[in-house]
């Protein structure tokens, strides 16, 4: 079945740096786009960042770009979030996920498949 897991979440100082990785497994994804969302505690889960695998075509979310790089590793068939100068507001739960759609990889209920999430916590 398809699954999709998260690592490399921790705690981190203010202006420091993390990377997550998004094994993905189960099914080919060349033809999806891969995205990462996050979740803060009492607030709704929003778009960070997609990559269109097969293109590597990237999107980000406004308070992230600049700072944030999402990648892909077609041999280790994972997904990358390179985050940087991170701010104590980028705390919140991490997101892997894939959906075929698109023209609107922004919202979270285009998406088919979801990983179990690694929490990132920016202390200040």
């Known amino acids: 079945q398809v699954q999709l897991v998260e690592s490399g979440g921790g705690l981190v100082q203010s202006g420091g740096s993390l990377t997550l990785s998004c094994a993905a497994s189960?099914?080919?994804?060349?033809?999806?786009?891969m995205g990462w969302f996050r979740q803060a505690p009492g607030e709704e889960r929003e778009f960070v960042a997609a990559?269109?695998?097969?293109?590597?075509?990237?999107d980000y979310a406004h308070s992230v770009k600049g700072r944030f790089t999402i990648s892909r590793d077609n041999a280790k068939n994972t997904v990358n979030l390179q985050m940087t100068s991170l701010k104590p507001e980028d705390t919140a739960v991490y997101y892997c996920?894939?959906?075929?759609?698109?023209?609107?990889?922004?919202?979270?209920?285009?998406?088919?498949?979801w990983g179990q999430g690694t929490q990132v916590t920016v202390s200040s």
């Open positions: 996920a894939a959906t075929r759609n698109y023209y609107n990889p922004y919202q979270r209920t285009e998406y088919d498949y």
């Open positions: 189960g099914r080919t994804f060349s033809s999806y786009v």
């Open positions: 990559i269109t695998w097969n293109t590597g075509s990237t």
